[in-house]
Structure formats: structure tokens, C-alpha cells
DNA sequence: ACCCCATATACTCTCTGTGAGCATAAGTGC
DNA sequence: GCACTTATGCTCACAGAGAGTATATGGGGT
């Protein structure tokens, strides 16, 4: 065994929702974002989530229900950098727990350097509500098409870039910006490196402190791909709603339109929502209905939702 | 930071086939039967990976082909005893990284302690290929009954282990060996609380060091799971195979049986095989046409194959 | 009071994938 | 040649998903 010594670093995705807005609790150090994070307490904390509560409660005051454990990450040269961690040495090796959590609405902060962020500030990329996104299609598509050079390469960008027919596979979040990180377009691909041009080039999306941008790639990519097999949409819901709200929910976290007709139909069948005698407050049309999740909808192995996707 | 030391242990679930018995690479030390594992070095590691890799290599010496991770457990009490673990002291804090590896077949381990064993051996409860295994019926569900005396526990009991109606989902393993656990059935439990009773009893499964099995488990439901969205089989069969071999395989992962017609179907148009024009040696009756896995088979990110189960 | 508009909600049609059974082919052993 | 075994192909029924159209129920303007 050698003299390096070991810090286990936990980091929470602290995900709501904000009307159609899907958002991250972010916190502003000195050296830019980063989400909520520290080191694990061997002596203190009995369980990693015990120390991961203390961390977001001590760095936004944020209340943290639903969580789970999304990967940890042990790569060297991407760990997290020291300076800001405190009571570590330089020749500590940092290991990133990363944790998704839920909230069913964004509580502002009490701790004022902590904010809810809007999750398409740090993937531009992946929000096709209103279309495929034009930064995707003018900017990033060209720079990659010339980084492809290899057969290798392009089959890769095809299947994860939803290029020549290749269906756009939403869950893919991780793998997209993986690439972009291996094709240099990342300002931290050029961190990592050594490099210390301070140029904060936000034009590819916000970057993130150490690897901060990848845990929460990560967490947008497992949460979209959970909502499908399991009801853990409502652990970001209010306990009223009407369909309309939960549809917009919805198309927030996936980053593209569903048909309406068919989600409700499926919403109803699978008997996660139930109807309330209340009537949302009018928004200009006939008032919706408020329903409320079912007692099969809050329980941690009922099926998901179908997620039927608007075509053109 | 308290004096306390962080270890990070890696273990690894290397699971491959032979025939219709799916097995586990199993390591037998002093105190007991063990997954291959050892401590992570962040000086000579770069990733977890490559310790992985060399430990699995140097306690076993079986090539490791696929890899992925699978959660890291940190819960204090149920850690790797220290007397196993070389150069750890008594205050040292052990987390575990598990890993699931598939191997294309039982190769026999270089090292004479390593052994391929049944993964029934470990959960005997697990296997339905031949209905409802005896075990189950007759001696863990009357004893579960029994502690089940409140309404949570019920429920839990009801959902994991599908009674009265529930359907019995192959991958939750976990649940099932949790549940075992804290109804004290398993010799883990009553070990961590630190009874020194040596009663090997085998009854419910044969124990494992540490948090071993829970591992185990862990690994058998993800890849139970992923069977179904993901091609990853192909990675556990030989070049050539018959359809047979194939649908034997899945039984053997899945612990029931499916319906073959179907299951070929599901085959063929999802495109995961293709026909060669080799002809299997004949083994009683009409000789089958061998198989390989297609170039989509073969690919990551590829759907996996319906499997359709063989109903009474 | 009436009409227009916007949104919510209901109904229908089609197509595909899955569950299940039956029929046929091609070997082996006697 | 016959019985048996395993492989392979075909068909029917049904449920669920995709997609479009029609109807209810509110608000606001004239």
C-alpha cells in the first residue's frame, strides 16, 4: 500500500422542478459551479447518505427526500481539485460518490451561494422541446463531424448523436457529453489537461468545477431513463396537479414533447394518478381536473409510464 | 477529519456458464468462501478498473472480459472483516465497490483456491426452472410468515417474494436476500452482530464472507434485469450456439423457463443472430443450426430480447 | 346575450408485438 | 420402415401503443 491517502467524495444532483423548467441545485464557490459536495467522514458518518444529508443541508439548507446512488467515480486526472476541499494534501486520491436526489419543488436556498439552475444551462444540447436545439445543429454537429475521423469515432457520434436515422435516445446524456469531452469542445477537457486559460467559454453550456458536469450527466440520464419503469416522476411532483402540469413535467426532465392523448391514456390505465374533486384554478380554457398519485404510484417498484413521443 | 484511515475494496462478481448451471468465480480463503476482491491502491491504481482487473488476475488468473459497476456499499458494521484484508488496521473504515464481469466460459482458474460455483448454491431460492423451488415453499416462506407481523413487512414480504398474487420478478434479488437478512435467516446477520457461532448452516444458502453475498446478489438481479434491454448475453456464450444453448442460457440466468417459439421469435426480428452453416453435432434428434451473434448483437448500446416466460 | 377562442376530455381506428398452440421437417436408434 | 426426439415454421387471438378526430367547458370580447 502506498502513501497516497484515500477521500471518498460525495456529490449530490439535487434535482425540481420549476414549472416547465427542470433544475439542479448548484452551489458558486470561488472557483465556479459545483453541486453540492464534501468529504465522507469515516469517523462521523455511519452511511454515506448520512453524510451526504449533512453536506446539502450545511451548503444550500435544502430538504432531501427520494435519493439514490448513481455511480462512483474513480478515474485519476478528473478527480475533484484540492484546494477546495478542505484537510486534504496534495497527494490525497479523491474518489466521487455521485447521488441523485428529488424535491417536489425548488425551496430557495437559505444559504445564498446556492441556487437552483436550470439543468439545459450545463446541456444546451439536450433539450429538443421546441426542436432540435440550433446550437446542436450549427455549432456543435460541424465541429464533430470533423473530430469523427475515424470509423470508430463516427459510429460512436451516429449512435449517440442520433445521426442517419439513428433514433435520439434521450437517456444517452452521459455518452454525449463524454464525446464532446473526448473531442476537446468541453473548456474542461482543456482543464484537465493542465491548461489554465481562464477562459470561461460557456458557448457548448456552462462548465462545472473537477467532474461535476459529468455526475449530473449521469443523474439527467438516469433519472430519464427511470421515469420509464419507475413512478419516481412523483417525487418531484406537488401532491395536486392537473395531467397538464405532470405532462409538462415530464417533457422537462426527457427534453422533448409527448403526445398528450396517448399519455394520458396510459397514465390512467396504469392507475398511478387518481382524480380529486378539486378544479385547478382557470388558465384561460376549460379548468383541468386536479389529480393527486395513487398509493400504487408511491411505492418503490410499481411500473413507470409509457412515454409516447410527439412526431411531427 | 477524524484519525480514521478510508479503504476502498474492489470486488468482483465474474459470472459465466457452463451448460444449463450458471457460475460464479469464488475464492476459498481461511474464513470462508469469498468474491475475488482486495483493497484499491490509489498510488499504483489508475482507475478501479485496472486494480480490479489485477486482483481477479492474481487470486484467480481468469481473463476478465466485460466489466461494469455495480453500487458501492458503505454502511458501517457490514463491511469486510480487517483480518482478511492485508496492511488495514482495526480503525480503518472499508467501503466495497462491487463489479460485475462476464466471462464466455468457465475457464479453470490458474490458482487452486478459485473456484467456479453455482450461483444457486448461494441462492437456492432463486431457481423456479423446475417450478417453485422446495426450499422456498417448505422452509423460508414459514419462517418468513411468521416474522412478517407487521403491515410493512407484509407488504414487503408480499412484493418481494410474490405471494397472493404478486408476480415474482426474477431481478429482485436483493430484495429477497434483504429481507432474508433482516429476518435474521442468513448466518451474516446473526455474524455481524457479532455472534461467534461457527454453525456453517447451509440450509438457506451457503454464507459468504463479509457483505459478500449481498454483492452477489446485487450483481445477479442487474444482470437478470438487463437482459431484457440490453445484448449483454452475448457475452456470456461461445462464438457458436445453438438456439437452444441460447434459451438454456437465459433459463439459467433468469431461474425459469420461457417459451421457446416466442423466444425465437423475438430472436429473429429484434436481429441479435444470425444463421451460420455450421450444423451442431446432433444430440438425439433433428441436429440444430449454430448461431452467432449479429454485428448489433455486439454493439453497446443495442435492445436485448423479450423474454417470454413459459406459463403452467 | 351571444360568439369566438382556448384548453380539457372522450372516442375511434389501425398496426404491431406478444402469448399460445399446432403443423411440419430432419435427424437417431431399433 | 417405424417410433422417438429435437428443430423449425405457421397461424390465430388479443392487448397495448400510435395517431387522429370530435365534443365539453370555461373565459373574454362585442
Known amino acids: 500500500m502506498s502513501e497516497h491517502r484515500l477521500v471518498i467524495g460525495l456529490n449530490a444532483v439535487l434535482a425540481a422542478l420549476e414549472g416547465p423548467s427542470p433544475r439542479v441545485l448548484c452551489v458558486e464557490r470561488s472557483v465556479g459551479w ?21 453536506f446539502v443541508e450545511l451548503q444550500a439548507d435544502v430538504p432531501l427526500g427520494y435519493v439514490e446512488q448513481l455511480y462512483t467515480f474513480g478515474d485519476m486526472g478528473r478527480e475533484a481539485p484540492r484546494a477546495v476541499m478542505r484537510d486534504t494534501e496534495p497527494s490525497d486520491r479523491v474518489v466521487s460518490v ?42 456543435i454537429l460541424p465541429k464533430l463531424d470533423v473530430w469523427a475521423d475515424t470509423e470508430d469515432r463516427r459510429a460512436r457520434l451516429r449512435a449517440s448523436f442520433a445521426l442517419e436515422g439513428v433514433p435520439w435516445e434521450e437517456e444517452r446524456v452521459l455518452d454525449r457529453y463524454e464525446l464532446l469531452y473526448e473531442a476537446g469542445l468541453v473548456p474542461e477537457e482543456a482543464r484537465d489537461r493542465g491548461e489554465t486559460s481562464r477562459a ?48 409538462l413535467a415530464v417533457e422537462a426532465i426527457l427534453g422533448f414533447r409527448l403526445h398528450k392523448q396517448n399519455f394520458r391514456r396510459s397514465l390512467e390505465s396504469a392507475g398511478l394518478v387518481e382524480k380529486t374533486d378539486i378544479v385547478a384554478a382557470s ?3 376549460r379548468p383541468a381536473a386536479l389529480y393527486r398519485a395513487s398509493a400504487l404510484a408511491l411505492e418503490k417498484h410499481s411500473p413507470g409510464m409509457t412515454l409516447p413521443r410527439m412526431r411531427q
Open 200 to 247: 470561461t467559454d460557456e458557448s457548448l453550456g456552462r462548465p462545472m468545477l473537477s467532474d461535476h458536469r459529468r455526475i449530473l450527466a449521469t443523474a439527467i440520464g438516469r433519472l430519464r431513463g427511470k421515469l420509464r419503469y419507475r413512478p419516481i416522476l412523483f417525487q418531484m411532483m406537488p401532491e395536486h396537479f392537473t395531467l397538464t402540469d405532470l405532462q
Open 283 to 285: 388558465t384561460g380554457g
Open 98 to 139: 455521485g447521488y441523485l436526489g428529488l424535491a417536489p419543488e425548488c425551496v430557495p436556498p437559505a444559504i445564498d451561494r446556492a441556487q437552483w439552475v436550470d439543468w439545459y444551462t450545463y446541456f444546451p444540447w439536450e433539450d429538443w422541446r421546441d426542436g432540435a436545439p440550433s446550437i446542436l445543429t450549427d455549432d
Open 34 to 54: 459545483a453541486l453540492p459536495f464534501g468529504a465522507f467522514d469515516p469517523g462521523a458518518h455511519r452511511t454515506f447518505e448520512i453524510g451526504l444529508r449533512q
